[in-house]
């Protein structure tokens, strides 16, 4: 009986999926948003430089929001590979935002640091490991 795992999320845990949930909310708006400046520039006449790229990028972000929502619906019903794939994520999002830092980034670029970084401590604790590992 001791070894059973508590049912209810811990604390960090639901907030670290707050922050998910943020995460993904923001990828979606972002790059919806820059989907229609880059299609309305188009319209007007003005060249977009790298289009191509421009657009697969927006595609991706827009692809990470929606794996960002699958993630948060599923994480109350402790799948393994929901921290995994967050974790990744996170990985992917510091790496983003130094290299961003490293080319002019700007306040933006620091509150998504920290919030990669608070999600991802969050869930390489012994709580967010428990969580996960029914």
Same mark, same amino acid.
């Given at each position: 009986?001791?070894?059973?795992?508590?049912?209810?999320?811990?604390?960090?845990?639901?907030?670290?999926?707050?922050?998910?949930?943020?995460?993904?909310?923001?990828?979606?708006?972002?790059?919806?948003?820059?989907?229609?400046?880059?299609?309305?520039?188009?319209?007007?006449?003005?060249?977009?430089?790298? $289009?191509?790229? /421009?657009? %697969? =990028?927006?595609?991706?972000?827009?692809?990470?929001? !929606?794996? @960002?929502?699958?993630? +948060?619906?599923?994480?109350?019903?402790?799948?393994?590979?929901?921290?995994?794939?967050?974790?990744?994520?996170?990985?992917?999002?510091?790496?983003?935002?130094?290299?961003?830092?490293?080319?002019?980034?700007? $306040?933006?670029? /620091?509150? %998504? =640091?920290?919030?990669?970084?608070?999600?991802?401590? !969050?869930? @390489?604790?012994?709580? +967010?490991?428990?969580?996960?590992?029914?």
């Amino acid at each position: 009986m001791a070894d059973q795992v508590s049912e209810r999320m811990p604390a960090s845990v639901k907030v670290a999926f707050v922050g998910v949930w943020f995460q993904a909310v923001a990828n979606a708006f972002g790059a919806f948003a820059l989907l229609y400046e880059v299609n309305a520039r188009l319209d007007h006449g003005q060249e977009v430089p790298n $289009l191509g790229l /421009v657009r %697969g =990028l927006l595609y991706l972000s827009a692809a990470v929001a !929606v794996v @960002l929502v699958i993630c +948060g619906i599923l994480a109350p019903r402790r799948y393994r590979w929901v921290r995994a794939v967050v974790l990744s994520i996170e990985a992917v999002v510091v790496l983003n935002v130094l290299f961003g830092l490293v080319f002019g980034g700007g $306040l933006p670029m /620091v509150v %998504g =640091l920290v919030l990669a970084l608070v999600i991802g401590s !969050v869930l @390489l604790t012994d709580k +967010g490991l428990e969580w996960f590992n029914r």
